[in-house]
């Protein structure tokens, strides 16, 4: 059995790469190759631009691929979504589709759209959120650098963003979110029905999950005293509760689990005033619920 993997080529790539080392995966020979090698002898690579993937999923021409919720809607295209993944180019959050236009623009809502040009890739999906506000307005395909074509070749643009910076940078203003889009996990029917590629893409799924909740979480390792024991486990949140094991010094307990990176940098010093001692806090690879 081998699995016909895609994953995504451009903007994506670099995060995916990342995500996948994390998973467990060593990828080789992909600094112009469209078909890099893994380590792993059931699965077979291609780099597809993001676009695309979804259509060659659901002709069959690949078993499984990443590409984006925005892609598969822009595609329509008839694949079983196995899961979402919270993560993108800059960061572990959605991206957006907005609708924007130059700061000085009379637009101020979607229904000012009527009659006007809008440029964008996500051709379909604007198409469908005119069509839901009974706005009519003329929608070119942008093949890039879409950002600088108003107000002169466009009045409007449908683009993609992160954080908005770079909309501002080209002084732009967002008037509506179109879409927001996480990147999916996504398999062709014939391929999800097969038992054992369906075994291989969950067993992906679960490491990639994996590798995204060890984004976000750190694990604490602290001694404490069994008299400050009750005051330093008020302090923790955890996924289930704390391992508590005795260590050799009698009195004193070794307390371990698994946090929100976030909260690390609080609930520290307040560790420390409970009673913790020696406390070391350390990455992890992945995160199996």
Same mark, same amino acid.
């Given at each position: ?61 690949? /078993? ?5 919720? /925005? ?33 000085? *623009? ?5 229904? /000012? ?41 466009? /009045? ?24 927001? *889009? ?90 420390? *005033? ?16």
């Amino acid at each position: 059995m081998t699995l016909k993997l895609a994953l995504p080529a451009g903007s994506l790539k670099e995060s995916t790469f990342a995500l996948m080392k994390k998973a467990g995966f060593v990828i080789s020979g992909t600094s112009r190759s469209y078909y890099p090698r893994i380590d792993d002898p059931e699965i077979e690579l291609m780099l597809v631009r993001a676009q695309e993937i979804p259509r060659y999923v659901e002709s069959g021409a690949l /078993d499984v691929g990443l590409t984006g919720a /925005d892609w598969t809607e822009e595609n329509k295209a008839k694949v079983h979504k196995v899961a979402e993944l919270i993560y993108a180019k800059q960061g572990l959050r959605p991206v957006r589709w907005v609708l924007a236009v130059p700061e000085k *623009s009379k637009i101020r809502s979607v229904k /000012d759209l009527e009659g006007k040009r809008v440029a964008t890739e996500l051709i379909n999906v604007v198409k469908t959120y005119l069509r839901k506000h009974k706005v009519t307005a003329k929608v070119e395909f942008s093949w890039g650098a879409t950002e600088a074509k108003p107000p002169r070749l466009a /009045d409007a643009i449908v683009e993609l963003t992160e954080t908005g910076r770079s909309l501002r940078a080209n002084n732009l203003r967002i008037v509506d979110t179109i879409l927001s *889009s996480a990147t999916l996990l996504i398999a062709n029917h014939n391929a999800w029905k097969n038992p054992a590629k369906r075994q291989k893409i969950n067993d992906l799924n679960m490491l990639l999950q994996g590798a995204l909740q060890a984004e976000v979480k750190v694990g604490l390792k602290m001694n404490v005293r069994e008299t400050n024991l009750k005051k330093v486990l008020a302090l923790l949140p955890a996924l289930k509760q704390p391992t508590v094991a005795p260590l050799t010094d009698k009195g004193w307990l070794d307390v371990e689990t698994i946090v929100d990176e976030k909260v690390v940098r609080d609930i520290i010093p307040k560790l420390k *005033s409970a009673g913790a001692q020696g406390i070391i806090e350390y990455p992890l690879n992945k995160v199996v619920f």
